[in-house]
Every structure is written in C-alpha cells, then in structure tokens.
Nanobody
Framework: QVQLVESGGGLVQPGGSLRLSCAASTNIFSINYMDWYREAPGKQRELVAVMSSGGSTNYADSVKGRFTISRDNARNTVYLQMNSLKPQDTAVYYC?????????WGQGTQVTVSS
C-alpha cells in the first residue's frame, strides 16, 4: 500500500505559477507510474501529467508547454510545476500512484486561478 500526501495548492492570479508536491510513503522507483489528475466543479476527473518509473513523461494537450512533472528520488516526492496558469486550470489536483496491482490516491489540493 502507498500513502500519498499532496501540498502546494492555493490561490493565484492568471499568468502566475504554483508548484504542487506529492510525497509518497514508499520508494518512488518501485511505483510504476505517478500521475497528476484534476477535477473541476461539474466536470469529470481528468489526467494532467504522467511520469513512469523510468522517467518518461506525458501531458494532457491543455497543459503541454505550461506544466512540468518531475521527481526527487531522495525525498520520494513528485512535483507538478504549473506556469502561465489560466482560470480554467482551477480544480482540485490529485496525485495517483500505480503500484503493484493497485492504484492509490492522495487527498487532493485545491488550485484556484482568479484575479
């Protein structure tokens, strides 16, 4: 089992930046995929960014060129750097880990982009 704790959300103006963190309770090398999802009010949860254990990444078209997923192996932490934020990026952001035969979610962190 893996426990995930997100942090770093908040209120930011359009065009601003935030960095989200997701701390895992196990060595992230053993996690097949670490993902960031988001869920906006009235919308389905959507995949934002993915990082494999080998380090390959993939992004939703809506965030390509603005968001970057990265990791710090020593801290067992995955990050989501979000730049050039737009009001439509407002959502609860969740970290997810595909580990063994299971998938584990964090509790979510709110990101609000508004002037």
């Amino acid at each position: 089992q893996v426990q995930l704790v997100e942090s770093g959300g908040g209120l930011v103006q359009p065009g601003g930046s935030l960095r989200l963190s997701c701390a895992a309770s196990t060595n992230i090398f053993s996690i097949n995929y670490m993902d960031w999802y988001r869920e906006a009010p009235g919308k389905q949860r959507e995949l934002v960014a993915v990082m494999s254990s080998g380090g390959s990444t993939n992004y939703a078209d809506s965030v390509k060129g603005r968001f970057t997923i990265s990791r710090d192996n020593a801290r067992n932490t995955v990050y989501l750097q979000m730049n050039s934020l737009k009001p439509q990026d407002t959502a609860v952001y969740y970290c997810r880990a595909e580990y063994g035969l299971g998938a584990y979610w964090g509790q979510g962190t709110q990101v609000t982009v508004s002037s």
